[in-house]
């Protein structure tokens, strides 16, 4: 499938639950691969804040992001109406902290975007099919849940409060197809205690009986109500029969249980991209979405660093062999850290260096401990990238390549004797005036043990050998 976005801005404004600040959300149109991202139009500098698991910095009364100081508040609501949408890029933007709450569900945001209507992109949408069954537990929670192989997106919410009024319940979707009609009005809810000890604290600014259910476990007095209602600007507030202030009428009998299911949505939407799994929670909330999220995200960054790595066939015959290498680049023994290489392009340089016991540095780094120096590994990793500038040059012997700057140089595990260093480095930017700019990275076996950016100037420096001329005389 290709990947969407939307085909122009929509705008909405809302007050936030918590902040209670009124807010402009403008949600834009993005280009592929742009994903989701928050950007703070009242910040100085228009900070932007990427729907990431792991910019999250508070989970107690909704998903807060931070980036750079910049905070946006509540952003499960318009992550899940955009995955349950199916819109893959969107910039939003807010003239305050915090998404709108609306009427506490994603309904009005699915509405807009349907109306306003999405534009199919070149790029394909890239999803992540979960390979195995991931799980997570909170057992002072009693929170469980876990992410089976399945090639679609089907998720199941199961929540016990050990509520009389609430009981168990449950709620799925077995594509996010049903999201419209089964998930999106479903609003946000919260027991009466909570209510009352969140008013007190004054933090549900933007509180109103309007854009919550308020669930009533436990026997309330008349004054109670009658101070609610004066709280919340209303002529009287009673409770019915089944448990629930008269503020609202319920959309559905569980939809306390597909709210959950819509933040559930919303935070996996902070994995960063699309899923292919079968989810099942068992009394879920944000903190424990967000951790489940960061699981999965973690799992994909391995798959990725693996995959990523060269993979190295001692039997198959190298591009340019060692004597190769040794014509092409101007360093000789012993210091030439290159000894063949497997795979070349115009762009790309995969070589091979083997750490054998008898490397003359060994002896004094460190006698009886013998280690690479890292200086080393970065000079092997530039001359590698020699090998790729100065195989596109018909008369490498007559060129140096100079270091102008390293940047961003990360030693992440040592290199012993009997070790095969597999570098790959590859060009960021094409080559101009000599001036080449790289990054690379070297493994031994499926780890990383160096990463590093380099800036180097290829200079002709030496003259052409001229041959001598035909009419010299031989004798």
């Not at 691969?33 to 009242?42: A, E, I, L, S, T």
């Not at 109670?224 to 029969?241: G, I, M, Q, T, Y």
Request: glycine share 6%.
């Amino acid at each position: 499938m290709k990947q969407t976005t939307l085909k122009a801005q929509i705008e909405f404004r809302g007050v936030g639950l918590h902040t209670g600040t009124d807010t402009l959300m403008t949600v834009l149109p993005a280009p592929e691969n742009h994903g989701y991202k928050f950007q703070r139009m009242d910040v100085e500098g228009h900070p932007i804040i990427d729907a990431d698991c792991d910019l999250v910095v508070d989970t107690s009364r909704g998903t807060t992001l931070e980036k750079h100081g910049a905070r946006v508040y509540t952003v499960e609501h318009i992550l899940a109406a955009l995955v349950g949408s199916e819109v893959d890029n969107a910039l939003i933007q807010l003239s305050g902290p915090e998404i709108p709450i609306m009427d506490g569900s994603a309904e009005i945001f699915v509405r807009e975007i349907i109306r306003t209507g999405l534009v199919e992109q070149e790029a394909e949408r890239e999803y992540f099919i979960v390979p195995h069954n991931i799980t997570y537990q909170d057992e002072p929670r009693g929170v469980e849940m876990i992410a089976m192989p399945l090639d679609d997106y089907r998720l199941t919410v199961m929540v016990d409060y050990n509520s009389p009024v609430l009981g168990s319940q449950h709620a799925s979707v077995t594509s996010l197809k049903e999201f419209k009609d089964e998930v999106a009005s479903s609003r946000t809810f919260c027991f009466l205690h909570e209510l009352e000890a969140l008013l007190k604290a004054n933090l549900i600014k933007g509180g109103d009986l309007s854009n919550a259910i308020v669930i009533v476990d436990r026997k309330v007095e008349k004054n109670e109500l009658d101070h609610l209602a004066e709280l919340f600007n209303k002529p009287s507030v009673e409770v019915r029969k089944e448990g629930i202030l008269n503020n609202v009428e319920l959309r559905f009998q569980n939809e306390p249980a597909r709210h959950k299911l819509l933040d559930l949505i919303g935070d996996l939407a902070l994995i960063g991209m699309p899923i292919k799994a079968q989810v099942m929670a068992a009394r879920p909330g944000h903190a424990a979405n967000v951790a489940f999220a960061k699981k999965i995200k973690a799992l994909i960054k391995k798959r990725r660093s693996k995959a990523n790595v060269p993979q190295y066939d001692p039997n198959k015959k190298p591009i340019l062999d060692h004597v190769a290498v040794s014509q092409l680049l101007p360093h000789k023994f012993p210091f030439l850290l290159v000894d063949k290489v497997i795979e070349l392009s115009s762009t790309q340089v995969v070589a091979i260096k083997n750490i054998t016991a008898d490397q003359y540095f060994f002896p004094g780094h460190f006698p009886g401990n013998p280690i690479m120096p890292g200086v080393l590994m970065v000079e092997a990793m530039a001359q590698a990238g020699g090998v790729l500038v100065l195989s596109d040059v018909p008369d490498p012997e007559n060129y140096s390549t100079y270091f102008m700057k390293i940047d961003n140089v990360r030693f992440k595990d040592k290199v012993v004797p009997g070790d095969t260093l597999v570098i790959r480095m590859e060009l960021t930017a094409p080559i101009r005036r000599g001036v080449c700019m790289m990054k690379g990275a070297a493994f031994v076996g499926d780890k990383v043990v160096i990463e590093a950016e380099m800036m180097a100037q290829v200079i002709r420096d030496r003259a052409p050998v001229e041959e001598p001329s035909s009419a010299t005389s031989t004798y």
